[in-house]
């Protein structure tokens, strides 16, 4: 199970996005622009989730509009009523939309997202002298 925290996602892009996992059970798929994901009986490999999707000068509101909606929102049993979805899907704050996406896009909590300002540096790789062959 994700924890209940706000997660950092992407699309194997480098872009990164703060988002809440609403339904931790990999059985959702998307439908398309302007419907809400549908949640199968199969293994999807994606999760019910909603995410982030403002410019990035509007960033330092997501993770408070973000733990309001985490808040507020009904328990993922309840999801799987489609009526209810979108009903949620519908009051969700402007900024926000609602993606089935796939687990291996979940890297992590937002607050230890990678490029975070303040992060502690990755350790660069030892450089290797090149030999030059005397003549």
């Given at each position: 199970?994700?924890p209940?925290?706000i997660?950092?996602?992407n ?17 959702w798929?998307?439908q ?15 999760l ?8 990035e000068?509007a960033?330092?509101h997501a993770p408070t509009v973000l733990?309001?909606?985490a808040e ?7 999801l ?6 979108a009903?949620?899907?519908a ?6 939309n ?6 291996s896009?979940?890297?992590?909590p937002?607050s ?6 303040g ?6 790789p ?10």
């Amino acid at each position: 199970m994700i924890p209940a925290e706000i997660q950092t996602g992407n699309y194997g892009i480098g872009a990164f996005f703060p988002l809440i996992i609403l339904d931790p059970a990999p059985l959702w798929q998307n439908q398309g622009p302007g419907i809400p994901p549908l949640r199968g009986t199969e293994d999807t490999g994606r999760l019910l989730a909603v995410r982030w999707c403002a410019p990035e000068s509007a960033a330092a509101h997501a993770p408070t509009v973000l733990s309001r909606v985490a808040e507020s929102a009904p328990p993922a049993q309840a999801l799987h009523d489609t009526e209810r979805l979108a009903a949620f899907r519908a009051d969700l704050p402007q900024h926000l939309n609602l993606i089935a996406l796939t687990t291996s896009f979940v890297i992590g909590p937002w607050s230890k997202r990678p490029g975070r300002h303040g992060a502690t540096p990755q350790p660069s790789p030892p450089r290797i002298a090149r030999l030059t062959q005397a003549a």
